[in-house]
């Protein structure tokens, strides 16, 4: 791999595979007690993640986490698009949405990916790397919120207020697959910057003063080798989807609250790309409100400190659980 997509900054356009590492890995760290709610110490018995199994395209199955409630009553629901990667979020679950206390949780994982694993980004098999593009994940994605809606259906679960949560490269799911959930209170943009993939990866690759490699990218995916072809560790299959991948306006018109929320000291996605997202959000007519987690890294964690700004984002949804009619945006309003 380039320099500029070594294991450290993989993540950059490769979507942040930090976000779905083991926490040991990622820095994830359990929730301060003052961080999140006291009532986290009243634990509901068995509100543990378990698999719950969805159908993807063509019969393939995607092995998703579901959570219960930590602490009743239940309030809303939270669906939640995973970042980069073959390595699952199983290991990290528990701790990484903590301070989700009156929220059921679903995980989607991408068709092959064991919630358990631990991969490392560049040990993804070949067959995962060859099925790996945004377009196949958006498929399977929309199929399996669409058999998660059936399921819910058949078991007569109660009608929910949903937030739909995109860490990293699963943010850029978020505005095709938000029409496939129902009761949809708002989009919830982690470590994202909003803007399309190609725009986002060409501001980091000035950043890191690799223009040049990133141009190679932008001729060889123009190019005709077959989509099957690795370059960088993904297919040109994946760049290609990259390339022509659109962020920034859907999110831009989406008729759903918008809230991002990124580290300060995040060194796989620009300052840049962030501020440039936020000047064109404000555009929006539905409400869209961001916040810079300052000293936190791509994963929302603060190094110095070890304070969890995961859980920060948590505590804001849980706020806005109490009180809906003050909407996604109330409780970052001044």
């Known amino acids: 791999m380039l320099a500029f997509f070594a294991p450290a900054a993989a993540a950059l356009i ?7 590492r083991p926490a040991a890995d990622a820095g994830v760290q359990s929730a301060p007690a003052a ?27 995607l092995q998703a986490l579901q959570r219960g409630e930590r602490t009743a009553p239940l309030r809303y629901r939270v669906i939640v698009i995973p970042g980069s990667g073959c390595a699952g979020m199983g290991s990290m679950a528990d701790r990484y949405f903590a301070g989700l206390l009156h929220a059921q949780v679903l995980v989607l994982h991408k068709p092959g990916v064991d919630p358990q694993a631990r ?22 994605a929309r199929a399996a919120l669409r058999d998660d809606v059936r399921q819910r259906g058949r078991e ?15 943010a850029e799911l978020l505005p095709a697959l938000a029409p496939d959930v129902p009761q949809l209170a708002g989009l919830v943009v982690v470590a994202s910057s909003g803007l399309d993939p190609q725009e986002a990866g060409a501001l980091q690759a000035r950043r890191l003063g690799a223009p040049a490699d990133w141009q190679a990218l932008a001729q060889a995916q123009a190019g005709r080798s077959p989509d099957s072809a690795v370059l960088q560790g993904r297919s040109l299959g994946y760049w290609r989807d990259l390339w022509n991948w659109p962020l920034a306006e859907p999110l831009v018109q989406s008729p759903w609250p918008v809230l991002q929320v990124w580290g300060g000291d995040d060194a796989l996605v620009p300052a840049a790309a962030y501020a440039r997202f936020s000047e064109r959000a404000s555009l929006r007519k539905a409400a869209y409100c961001a916040r810079r987690i300052d000293g936190a890294d791509h994963g929302l964690q603060h190094r110095a400190t070890g304070v969890d700004g995961v859980q920060k984002v948590w505590a804001w949804t849980e706020q806005w659980a109490r009180n809906p009619a003050a909407g996604l945006c109330g409780p970052l309003q001044p």
Not at 14 to 20: K, M, Q, W
Not at 156 to 170: F, R, T
């Open 14 to 20: 490769l979507g942040g595979c930090v976000a779905a």
């Open 35 to 61: 961080s999140v709610d006291l009532q986290a110490r009243a634990v509901v018995q068995g509100a543990a993640f378990v698999l719950r199994p969805l159908s993807g395209v063509g019969g393939a199955t």
């Open 119 to 140: 991969t490392a980004p560049d040990g993804c098999s070949h067959g995962f790397v060859q099925q790996d593009r945004l377009s196949t994940w958006l498929a399977h």
């Open 156 to 170: 007569g679960a109660p009608a929910l207020p949903q937030l739909l949560v995109g860490i990293s490269e699963g």
